[in-house]
C-alpha cells in the first residue's frame, strides 16, 4: 500500500511509519516544514495546502495530529490550540481525500468523546458524553466529513503505554521517587493500550473493510487504583500516596476534571473483527514496557 501519514513524528506516528515500513508498504509523511527527505511532503493546515503529489494515487490516508493533550496547564488559550491543532488538519486532509479518491482515511481520535461514563461500559455505540475532550471530539470526527467516497475509521484511542513516552512519560520519575499514587479516590475506570497493540490495531484498520468509530483500548478495563498498584509492583515502588483533585487543579487546570472523570471504554468493534491483543491486562502492558 502507498500511505499517506499526517502527524508521524509523534509518539504513535513514528512507530507505525516503521511498521509500515516493515510490513512492506510505502510511505510518505506530510510535514509542516520544507521537506528534507525523500519520504517528506510539505503541507499547511492553516493555509488549506499540501504538496502536488502528495494524497494523489494514495491507497488510504492516515491523520494522527494533534497537539498534547497533558503537556501542559489547561487554559482556554490552550484548550483552543488543542481544538485547532486536531480539526483543522482533519478538514484539509478529508478534502485532500475526497478530491484525490483516496478510498481510505484512518483518522484519529479519542475515547475522550464518551465523558465520564462512571461504572457503566461503553461500546462504539455509546453515545457522546460532556466536557471538553467529549465535545472536541465530536467537532474532531465531524471534520472527516468531506471525505465523501472514503471508508472513513474513526480511531478513538485511549492512554497510550510505552516506554518511549506517552502517559507514563511523566508519571516515572514520581514513582521512581516513591511519590507515586492513585489520583482522586482512584475508582475511576482508565482505558490504556499498550503502543504495540496501538499500532497492530492500526495497521488492522487499514487493511480490513472496518469503518466508523473503533475504541483502540485494551481489553480488560482497569480502574487508576488498579493501574497504580500495577505500575508500582513494576517500578518496584510504593503507590500508597493520593493526590486530591485540588491539588490536581492547581497544576493541571480544568484538565484535571478529565484526568479524574472514570471511562469504562471496551473495544467491541475490534474483538469482533478478530483483532488478537497482545496485551490483555495492564499489568501485562506495564510490565513489557519495563522490559524495554
Known amino acids: ?29 506530510l510535514v509542516r516544514g520544507p521537506a528534507q527527505a525523500p519520504d517528506e511532503r510539505r503541507w499547511d493546515p492553516p493555509a488549506g495546502r499540501i504538496d502536488d503529489g502528495a494524497v494523489a494515487g494514495a491507497d488510504a490516508v492516515v ?3 494533534g497537539a498534547g493533550i497533558a503537556d501542559r496547564r489547561w487554559s482556554q488559550a490552550r484548550k483552543q490550540v488543542l481544538l485547532d491543532s486536531r480539526v483543522e488538519p482533519t478538514e484539509v486532509l478529508a478534502a485532500a481525500v475526497a478530491e484525490h479518491g483516496v478510498p ?11 465523558g465520564d461514563t462512571g461504572p457503566a461500559p461503553a461500546d462504539e455505540r455509546a453515545a457522546a458524553g460532556e466536557g471538553f475532550l467529549a465535545d ?11 471525505a465523501a467516497g472514503a471508508r472513513v475509521v474513526l480511531a478513538r484511542t485511549a492512554q497510550v503505554l510505552s516506554s518511549r513516552g506517552g502517559l507514563l ?56 487504583a488498579e493501574f497504580t498498584r500495577a505500575l508500582g509492583r513494576v517500578k518496584h515502588r510504593p503507590a500508597v500516596f493520593s493526590v486530591p483533585t485540588f491539588a490536581l ?3 493541571t487546570g480544568d484538565l484535571a476534571d478529565e484526568i479524574t472523570r472514570s471511562q469504562h471504554v471496551l473495544p467491541e468493534v475490534l474483538r469482533d473483527k478478530g483483532f488478537t491483543f497482545r496485551y490483555r491486562t495492564v499489568a501485562e502492558a506495564l510490565a513489557a514496557t519495563e522490559a524495554r
Open 1 to 29: 500500500m502507498r500511505v499517506v501519514v499526517a502527524g508521524s513524528s509523534g509518539l504513535i506516528g513514528t512507530a507505525l511509519v516503521a511498521a509500515l515500513r516493515r510490513a512492506g508498504d510505502e510511505v510518505l509523511r
Open 63 to 65: 491523520n494522527l495530529c
Open 104 to 114: 481510505v482515511l484512518v483518522n484519529g481520535s479519542a475515547v475522550g468523546y464518551y
Open 136 to 146: 472536541m471530539c465530536v467537532r474532531w470526527e465531524a471534520a472527516t466529513e468531506a
Open 169 to 224: 512519560g511523566p508519571l516515572r520519575p514520581l514513582f521512581a521517587l516513591g511519590l507515586g499514587g492513585r489520583l482522586g479516590d482512584g475508582s475511576q475506570f482508565m482505558p490504556w493500550i499498550h503502543l504495540d497493540d496501538e499500532v497492530a490495531a492500526l495497521e488492522f484498520l487499514l487493511r480490513n473493510d472496518i469503518s466508523g468509530p473503533v475504541n483502540l483500548a485494551g481489553p480488560t478495563p482497569a480502574t487508576n
Open 249 to 251: 487543579r492547581a497544576v
